[in-house]
C-alpha cells in the first residue's frame, strides 16, 4: 500500500537559498578549521587512557633522534665512508650497497624513508591502536635491516611504558646495519651503554637465511658470531626453521612468567619472525588483528607456508604490529618519502590525535540531510502550523495537499 504524505505542492525559493547557504557556511567553516586542536586531541587520548598521548609520542621521537645522532658520530669515528648518493640527508643510519654480513639486497628509498624520527610516534600509534597501556608486555622481533625502525619501536615501548621482551638479529640486508663492526649488536649496545635506549635484547641469533646464516661463509658467520659476542648478549643458535621458531617462543615464554603479551611487533624481513619475504607479503604491513590469520594462510597457500613467530602470537589471540613496506607506512601517517633533508621531530600526521575536520564534516553532512529532507518533505505537523501562519500565501494552488 502506497503511503500518502501532506506536503507542499512546491518548494519555495527561500528554502532552495537556506539550502545553499547551509551548504556553503559548512566548507569554508571545514576550510577555515585547523587540523588540529589540543583541547580534542586530549579529549581523544584520555578515552585511551593516556591523556599525554602526544607529549609521549614526541618525547620517543625526540629519543629516536638523539640515537640515530649517537649512531651517526660513532660512524664518524670507525671512518665509515657515508656517501650522499645514499645518504643524501647525512644520518649516518645507511649502511655499505655490500659487506661480508649482507644478505639481501635492500631497496634504498625505504631505507631513506626509514630514518625518520617521528616513526616511533607511528609505532606508539600503533601500539595503542593495538590495545597496548602502560605497564603492558610486548613481544619485539626485529633484524638489523632497518635499524632506525628498531629504534623507533624500542623509544616507543619506552615512551608508552611498556616492557618489551627482545630477539633480534645481527644479519642485515643492503643499506642496513650492515657495516661488519658496526651491525644491530653493536648499535643496541652503544645506544644502552649512553644511556639512550633503556631495553636491549634477550638473545640474538645470526639472521640470514633460515635465521642461521645459511648460505653464507664460515668467514661470515665468524664475523656475525663476533659481533653478538661484542654486545654481551647470548646467541640464539638453532638446527633447523622449525627449532628457530620454537625457541623464540620459548623464550618469549620464559621472559614473560606469569604475564601474557599485549602484542608482537615485527621490524624486517626475519624468516623465524615473519616468514622472510614471502611472510611479510602474505600478512602485510601495520596493524594485524589475531582475526586476519586465516586470510593470511590462505593467501599463503596453507598455514605451514607462514609458520613464524608472528603467526604463532596470532593464533594465540595476540595482535601483530608489522613493521615492513616503509614507504606505504609513512604515506599512511603523513611522514616525507626518501628525504634528502634531515627530517625533525614532529613533522607529520601521527601526530593528529583526532582531525577536527572530520568530525565537522560529518555534522555538517548531518544538518544538510536533515534540512533537505525537511524541505522536500516536510513533517505533517510542520507543514499544518506553517498554513496556519499564512507561510504559504492565500492562493489555493500554493496550499499544501496530500501526495502520493
Given at each position: 500500500m502506497k503511503k500518502l504524505y501532506y506536503r507542499?505542492?512546491?518548494?519555495?525559493?527561500?528554502?532552495?537559498?537556506?539550502?545553499?547557504?547551509?551548504?556553503?557556511?559548512?566548507?569554508?567553516?571545514?576550510?577555515?578549521?585547523?587540523h588540529q586542536m589540543g583541547g580534542w586531541s586530549t579529549m581523544v587520548a584520555s578515552l585511551y587512557g593516556i591523556p599525554d598521548l602526544k607529549d609521549r609520542m614526541l618525547e620517543a621521537s625526540e629519543r629516536a633522534d638523539i640515537a640515530f645522532d649517537a649512531i651517526h658520530a660513532?660512524?664518524?669515528?670507525?671512518?665509515?665512508p657515508l656517501l650522499d648518493a645514499q645518504d643524501p640527508a647525512d644520518t649516518g643510519m645507511v649502511g655499505p650497497s655490500m659487506s661480508a654480513v649482507t644478505t639481501l639486497p635492500g631497496h634504498l628509498p625505504a631505507k631513506q624513508t626509514s630514518i625518520n624520527p617521528n616513526f616511533a610516534a607511528v609505532a606508539m600509534r600503533l601500539l595503542v591502536d593495538a590495545g597496548v597501556r602502560p605497564g603492558d608486555r610486548i613481544a619485539?622481533?626485529?633484524?638489523?635491516?632497518?635499524?632506525?625502525?628498531?629504534i623507533a619501536v624500542y623509544s616507543a615501548a619506552e615512551s608508552l611504558g611498556a616492557h618489551p621482551t627482545i630477539i633480534s638479529s645481527a644479519a642485515s640486508s643492503q643499506f642496513g646495519a650492515n657495516s661488519p663492526d658496526m651491525m644491530w649488536p653493536d648499535m643496541e649496545k652503544l645506544l644502552a651503554d649512553q644511556g639512550i635506549l633503556a631495553y636491549r635484547s634477550l638473545e640474538i641469533s645470526r639472521g640470514g637465511f633460515r635465521d642461521r646464516a645459511a648460505g653464507m661463509t664460515d668467514d661470515t658467520r665468524e664475523i656475525l658470531d663476533a659481533a653478538i659476542k661484542r654486545s654481551g648478549v647470548p646467541i640464539m643458535d638453532s638446527v633447523d626453521d622449525a627449532d628457530a621458531i620454537e625457541r623464540r617462543m620459548v623464550a618469549y615464554?620464559?621472559?614473560?612468567?606469569?604475564?601474557?603479551?599485549?602484542?608482537?611487533?615485527?621490524?624486517?624481513?626475519?624468516?623465524?619472525?615473519?616468514?622472510?619475504?614471502?611472510?611479510?607479503?602474505?600478512?602485510?604491513?601495520?596493524?594485524?588483528?589475531?582475526?586476519?590469520?586465516?586470510?593470511?594462510?590462505?593467501?599463503?597457500?596453507?598455514?605451514?607456508?607462514?609458520?613464524?613467530?608472528?603467526?604463532?602470537f596470532l593464533a594465540s589471540g595476540v595482535p601483530v604490529i608489522n613493521m615492513i613496506n616503509?614507504?606505504?607506512?609513512?604515506?599512511?601517517?603523513?611522514?616525507?618519502?626518501?628525504?634528502?633533508?634531515?627530517?625533525?621531530?614532529?613533522?607529520?600526521?601521527?601526530?593528529?590525535?583526532?582531525?577536527?575536520?572530520?568530525?565537522?564534516?560529518?555534522?555538517?553532512?548531518?544538518?544538510?540531510?536533515?534540512?533537505?529532507?525537511?524541505?522536500?518533505?516536510?513533517?505533517?505537523r510542520l507543514t499544518k502550523w506553517l498554513q496556519q501562519r499564512g507561510w504559504f500565501g492565500d492562493q489555493p494552488k500554493d496550499q499544501p495537499q496530500y501526495m502520493v
Open positions: 507542499p505542492q512546491k518548494i519555495s525559493s527561500g528554502s532552495l537559498l537556506f539550502l545553499a547557504a547551509l551548504s556553503v557556511a559548512t566548507v569554508l567553516a571545514l576550510r577555515a578549521m585547523p660513532k660512524r664518524l669515528e670507525l671512518g665509515h619485539i622481533g626485529c633484524t638489523g635491516s632497518f635499524p632506525a625502525l628498531n615464554s620464559k621472559a614473560a612468567e606469569d604475564e601474557t603479551y599485549a602484542v608482537y611487533i615485527n621490524v624486517g624481513g626475519g624468516d623465524a619472525s615473519v616468514g622472510g619475504t614471502e611472510g611479510n607479503n602474505s600478512i602485510g604491513e601495520g596493524l594485524i588483528s589475531p582475526k586476519q590469520l586465516v586470510t593470511i594462510q590462505k593467501k599463503a597457500g596453507s598455514p605451514e607456508a607462514v609458520d613464524c613467530v608472528a603467526t604463532r616503509v614507504v606505504a607506512l609513512a604515506n599512511q601517517y603523513g611522514l616525507p618519502i626518501a628525504s634528502a633533508t634531515k627530517v625533525e621531530v614532529g613533522q607529520g600526521m601521527v601526530y593528529t590525535i583526532i582531525d577536527p575536520r572530520r568530525v565537522l564534516a560529518l555534522i555538517g553532512i548531518f544538518f544538510i540531510t536533515a534540512a533537505t529532507a525537511i524541505v522536500v518533505k516536510p513533517p505533517h
